[in-house]
């Protein structure tokens, strides 16, 4: 059975790319979804410690969404995009990568490489080449690991409550996740 992990990253929440997210979640059985606010508790500030001190295992917060990733089969980062990027909260997860991949005992790149990232984005009417960096760093950073890139589910929504307004957008929702 499919283990999605959504990782939500917004600075505000219960907005349109998580009302986005929820709706390509729909039909997935409750025991296959894990929510997550990587706001609320926020990850600790990432030390980058490759040359020089070695890493400790991860603690708090850190073990926390460490062993979720690794329960995982999916990770669906469900992100808006803030000007032109990731949410500050999306790209510190992906900087704690670097501490759990260097730590032998979690086993992490391996099984990373058996797991698939998915986006779910909210933009305001950007271009794709306003879009494209964010996309950008997310599947560039799950190839780096081997992870198979699921794709990017995009609407067009600014205003509170707005994503309804992309019909287009809500229809490729349903059938975005599998089951």
Known sequence: MRRYLFLKSSARPGGNTEAVARLAA???APEAQDWR???DPALPVFQDLRHGATYGPPE???LDLCQATLE???IVMVA????????????LYLDHWSHWMRLPDLNFKPLMRQKTMWLVMAH???SPEEIAPAV????LSAEYLGVTWGGALFID??????WAEDTAAVERAKGFLPA
């Open 72 to 74: 995982a089969t999916d």
């Open 157 to 162: 929504a600014n205003a509170p409550g707005a």
């Open 26 to 28: 729909a039909h997935l």
């Open 37 to 39: 606010d990587l706001t």
């Open 136 to 139: 950008g760093t997310l599947r």
């Open 60 to 62: 708090g917060v850190a």
């Open 124 to 126: 305001a009417s950007s």
């Open 80 to 91: 808006p995009l803030y000007w032109f990027g990731l949410p500050s909260p999306a790209k």
